[in-house]
């Protein structure tokens, strides 16, 4: 079945401890991307890669690190959470460099940081 | 830059009762433009898009969109809503130029009443 997935799903953990958000897709797809999520403020971009080893900032970037070792996997990694970066993250894909295609969603994974 | 207004919030609705959700779009490009679904607990699905062509879009589960370049709009509408319609309705745009984001709307919540 065609999908990507995203763990762990939900997550309690503290300010300042490093924590790593997995993704990948079965789909060999080119792009990904990350994705929050906040009550009235809809999905906001934090990261996106068109390929392996090309990544680049979306508009909500700070506190966030990603890499591209692998097509399928775009980890998301907060090297020290803190309070705001509560929120619901999507991971997405898509065939079509994520301009014109449809982007296939994770499940999403709700981070809580105290 | 692009950006995208969703101008509802909350719409409720009784079952069987025709809907329409709005979103308006701003660019200086020409765009793409999308409407996703979100369940509760689950990631965002695509419901329909517009990459160019009849302006008029039809999508999965009864759904259709109008794109009108004059207006900068893409409104959503169904003529006769479910209690499984019951979902956040995200709009988004991408641009059709160098780039590769898709800005998404607020949401509006759709909630439909028996």
């Known amino acids: 079945e065609a999908q990507v997935t995203q763990n762990p799903r939900y997550l309690i953990t503290v300010t300042g401890k490093k924590l790593t958000v997995t993704c990948s897709q079965n789909m060999n797809h080119e792009y990904m991307s990350w994705y929050r999520q906040d009550p009235g403020l809809g999905l906001r971009q934090i990261y996106y890669s068109m390929n392996v080893e090309v990544t680049d900032k979306g508009d909500v970037p700070e506190g966030y690190k990603v890499s591209r070792k692998e097509k399928r996997n775009f980890p998301l990694i907060l090297e020290s959470p803190s309070p705001n970066q509560t929120s619901l993250y999507f991971c997405a894909s898509s065939p079509y460099r994520g301009r014109t295609g449809e982007l296939f969603f994770g499940e999403g994974s709700r981070l809580t940081v105290l | ?114």
């Open chain 2, 1 to 114: 830059a692009q950006s995208v207004t969703q101008l509802d919030s909350q719409v409720p609705v009784f079952e069987e009762a025709p809907v329409e959700l709005r979103c308006n779009y701003s660019s200086s490009v020409s765009v793409y433009l999308f409407w996703y679904v979100q369940y509760p607990n689950q990631g965002l699905q695509l419901l329909l898009k517009y990459l160019s062509g009849s302006t008029l879009v039809k999508g999965i589960n009864g759904f259709e969109a109008e794109f009108n370049k004059s207006q900068t709009s893409f409104h959503l509408r169904k003529p006769s809503v479910h209690i499984s319609d019951t979902a956040e309705y995200f709009c988004a745009v991408s641009a059709n130029t160098g780039g590769f984001k898709t800005i998404f709307g607020a949401g509006t919540r759709l909630f439909v009443k028996a």
